[in-house]
């Protein structure tokens, strides 16, 4: 019995010495910031004076940071006194955060398309994102967006935009093709707030208008030539991410969980819902690979309408497939790549990638069975390289070659300015 009571009071009295010794923190101070201010940097981490040293504390402040498109890397150093009191020093690299883009492709109609616009995602030193862009795809299209995630506190903000969308749209039905001249307008307004490191959400909506007209192919009675329709959104996007950056090389698990619900005025294009989640999972391999994957599932109200809101895309879910070549009211897709290191200098990388993308899809009106059907499943195999600038955000090109293997394939080279995701 004596035995046990001193074996208590000396496990007590080691946690007592184990937290006196954690000792409490004199000052926080951030080094390194030139185009981001200190100030708001210091009121993003949650480190303060007078708490205790906590390492969960610091590795989660040092994550923070290394998300914020301004910071390339973050990293932190504790100096300690024989009062067993600490400063603490967070030390940043920065990134450029002033980029032109520039996007080439071919449009729906094989024609030459190219996307310019320019961002600024570091505006007033704290990380609000500006950009706009202008489009040329058989016809013009521009949009302008802002994104203040930290506008109203460290944990809420605020984004806005506007788009002017027009691009020739191939419209499905009857087993037959019309290409539509599609305009989309309107603006969105969305809420963010971060519950805690992990977890985030953006709820709000839009007002826009979407006009289709008939420019040449198929026809038919019940489907109108000319369409112009106002309509309202409501969206709910929730975020969990526990991933690691390191420059350029990430490891751990995202999902985003995307709800919508789509009113209209017209019953041609009725109200509908759509949801969608995109679960993406990286693991560092070595010193240079990094193994990448996507899932999307996605489902939407099984409305039998040529204008169905799934698409099979290049540019969205299958590098060669081609330009909405698609459309369905249920997808799945899944994304598996594999990114190696090349050549890495003091700014410069080259990264090599071997690629397996592939999905299903449930025709407008059809059934679950729809997935397992051969005709709706595309598996494209493909190589790539991205070349990346590691100072500057987001400053990726890539460049794709995707071979399709599964029936009617095709293939095709996809560019791009980031990793495909």
Do not use: C
């Not at 009121?43 to 290394?66: F, H, K, Y």
């Not at 007209?213 to 112009?228: F, H, I, Q, W």
């Not at 459309?327 to 090349?342: P, Q, S």
């Not at 100072?391 to 029936?407: C, E, P």
């Amino acid at each position: 019995m004596v035995g046990r009571i001193l074996l208590f009071f000396i496990i007590v009295l080691n946690g007592v010495f184990s937290q006196a010794q954690e000792g409490t923190v004199l000052d926080v101070q951030i080094q390194g910031a030139k185009r981001t201010k200190p100030s708001f940097l210091k009121n993003l981490v949650t480190l303060r004076s007078g708490m205790p040293l906590d390492s969960v504390v610091l590795e989660q402040d040092i994550a923070r940071l290394q998300r914020l498109p301004s910071i390339s890397h973050a990293y932190y150093q504790v100096f300690s006194s024989d009062a067993n009191e600490h400063n603490v020093f967070y030390n940043v690299e920065e990134n450029f955060t002033l980029i032109p883009f520039a996007n080439l492709f071919s449009s729906s109609n094989d024609a030459f398309a190219f996307r310019l616009g320019l961002q600024e995602f570091n505006l007033l030193g704290r990380n609000i994102t500006l950009g706009g862009f202008y489009q040329y795809d058989v016809f013009n299209s521009y949009g302008i967006a802002v994104r203040a995630p930290h506008l109203f506190s460290r944990t809420t903000g605020l984004s806005f935009s506007y788009n002017d969308f027009t691009t020739q749209e191939p419209v499905f039905f009857d087993g037959t093709t019309a290409d539509y001249r599609y305009n989309n307008s309107g603006f969105e307004v969305m809420g963010l707030h971060e519950f805690n490191f992990k977890n985030r959400i953006e709820l709000g909506g839009s007002l826009f208008t979407e006009d289709y007209r008939y420019l040449s192919g198929a026809t038919n009675d019940n489907v109108p030539r000319e369409l112009k329709v106002d309509k309202h959104l409501f969206k709910l996007i929730y975020n969990y991410e526990n991933i690691k950056y390191y420059f350029y090389f990430l490891d751990g698990f995202r999902s985003t969980l995307n709800f919508q619900y789509v009113g209209s005025s017209n019953p041609n294009l009725p109200e509908f819902l759509i949801g969608f989640n995109d679960f993406v999972y990286f693991k560092r391999v070595g010193d240079k690979g990094n193994w990448a994957n996507r899932l999307r599932l996605g489902l939407a109200s099984n409305v039998n309408t040529p204008f169905a809101p799934f698409t099979v895309d290049n540019n969205l879910n299958i590098r060669g497939v081609g330009n909405t070549i698609d459309r369905g009211t249920g997808a799945i897709v899944f994304n598996t790549e594999y990114r190696h290191t090349l050549i890495e200098e003091d700014w410069f990388v080259l990264q090599s990638n071997l690629f397996i993308d592939g999905g299903s899809w449930r025709n407008p009106g059809g059934s679950f069975d729809d997935f397992s059907d051969k005709s709706n499943i595309r598996i494209y195999p493909g190589l790539g390289l991205r070349l990346m600038h590691k100072r500057i955000f987001n400053a990726i090109f890539r460049i794709d070659y995707g071979y399709g293997i599964t029936k009617d394939a095709s293939r095709g080279i996809v560019f791009g300015i980031g990793q495909y995701f």
